[in-house]
């Protein structure tokens, strides 16, 4: 069977199951993902063997170590996902939420309500925690999932998978809302992007490259996840004792993530007095400093170690301690840079100058602004989402971190008494 | 210059331009608008002649008297243009409004607030109306506007869009918010459509064809906007002397739309009753009917004239007098001929039973589902937005009629007092 014809068939099945999570009670979702968590406790030996079989595979064909970790699950990592499935299950109902209401002049009663997608295709790389965790979400929000992990995750995915249709099976729900596509052809990535009509929504979650693929070949709707080359504006009204650790756990607490900050913009009228301060703080803590002219300037009559920033520096998404320094003369160069070189995910200012701060908001033009904090809190579970299927980096539908809201859309419902058109 | 580098110079003018639109006062773009409604009731000589210029050029050429209509400027159609973008700078402002709001445990104030796109691109046919509508749609909605419409109507698209922008010179938004791209060269279409990173939304309004075309080809976001194969579901429980008004109201009211339905479908309980009073009501309206089995049959028993449906008939867009109906076993067959031919744009059911509302609703998976009322209520000034730049036929961001709010999107603001992640 040719890929595009399986990839129909998988989706074909997840439609027509489906239709036990459309309209169901949010009663019954709960009831199954409390079933699946209880199973996969029921069967940590079996899916830690699987997992060994993956590991030995892959670190035999010459993974690198950090894949392997990432690849790696171990009993405590296996009960972390089953608890946060269990928090997810006791979120509020996703489904049937009422965003606008109203009467029309001829008596028409109309309602905006959220609905589900449909089925949703997932594509990701070797984590196997996010099988069952995109499962648990999509299943929460009343979505059949089409799951398309990495084949280095092949036998932990196929496990998984395997324990959480069999757990749906005694509930109201179709063990068929779960479909894995084979991985160990890349061609079913394709397939799976050009189904479109089968298809509701494709979100790809991953590198760079695989985001690219993903935009350049889809002809279904998707979701672009992604990068985030994020800055700290420090402005002339600064509150400079606020700013340095700001900067440091922006650039620092957890490097490789997308919303760590890549680049720090320091307003001219306090660079002198600011900046020896700030690198020192960074160099000393192992960041490696790219600086324009001006902060490379201070940067060596301070004695701080500094390299000069190359052109590829500013867009760079750095994911290690590595970071980007430039003075600005004024708020509007600071947006200025940022536009040319970021990618409207996270953009922090500090300032106690609310007209700067407003005109920063205004004309940043990224998911979310961080006044006074740092980057690092655009995420899900900080902001309070309970669960998070990732980080949206476009304008569409949903922009910025996706709970289970960004997995609906919505229906008018209108109701009438037989009112025609006039 | 290629079409490439064109359209990226454009972009960019309108992208410097539209800073002046974000973070823009309500009542600057609401003066903006009315200058320029007010430069166009200056002007409608000079707009009529450049019309007339267009019309007998594609006169001349051999255009449908059809198109012809849609491409003819009067007078009276002119005011109401007029009329219509007033109406818009009346409305409520689509921006700045706060979504979501709250306060986190560690004391960071969150909010979700609506922020425009930015630089959106519209693909349109011959009606230059469009120019002006979309436009100030765009513009109260902080939206710069980068505008392709027909080379039919080239003359009318150059003078509208030459007295808008010197109706803004004189306002605080920049002229430059409008671009008008040349609609000579057909590529110029294709060069939007790969404008990534350089505009962040297109809007094709128009033919299946052009649709299409833009699914396949665009790599920048794009709102699809289209097709309308809508059904008529009259139960077993209908008010049958409901049902007829609706289905003659859905079919007839306006055929060429999208919001008209080409399909009625009826409960097998109660066909023999109820079909020849429909059939001869529709029939007696010059409504040409593509029957099956079921329904021929009791059309010809009850001497209605009638054809056999086609396998095409059930999927196709009639836009004319023209209708296809099927008997089906229950509300379940009802949805699956729905979901097998509709494009999940409006779905009509005619019931009295709660139960089976509930069903058709959480089932039917469309932009509007119409509860004993005319398909034809799927529309924006029907439904109370004032003005609508289309009518979303896709599940991401917008969906169903599009007004103002549906040209903004969302950014998170986070105001904290240092708050860093632990």
Redesign the interface.
Known sequence: MSNDLLIKELANKARIAS?TL??SSIESRRAAIHSIAKAIENNVSEILAANNEDMNRERSAGLSESLLDRLELTEKRILGIVESNRKVASLPDPLGRILKS?I?PNG?K?NLVT?P??VVGMIYEARPNVTVDASVILLMSGNAALLRGSSTARRSNEILVQIMKSALAATEISPEVIQLIPSDDRDTVRALLHA?GNV??VIPRGSASLIRTV??EA?V?T?ETGAGVCHVYVDKYA?LE?AI??I??SKT?RPSVCNAAETLLVHSAISDNFLPKALSELSSRGVKLNCDLQSLEIARKNGITANPATSESWGTEYGTLEMNIAVVSDVDEAIEHIRTFGTQHTEAIVSENEPTI??F???S??????????T???DGE???FGAEIGISN????A???MGLEAMT?????????????E
Do not use: Y
């Open positions: 239709s459309r309209g109203g029309l028409l109309q609905v997608f449909g479109r509701d929504l935009v350049d002809l709707p979701i509150d606020m650790p700001i440091v756990n607490h407003e005109r908001i205004a004309l033009d990224c998911a979310a602004v961080m006044v006074n904090t740092s690092r809190f655009t900080e902001m309070g476009q304008k569409l539908h922009r910025g971190p859309t919505t229906t008018w419902i209108v109701r009438g008494e037989g009112q025609i058109r």
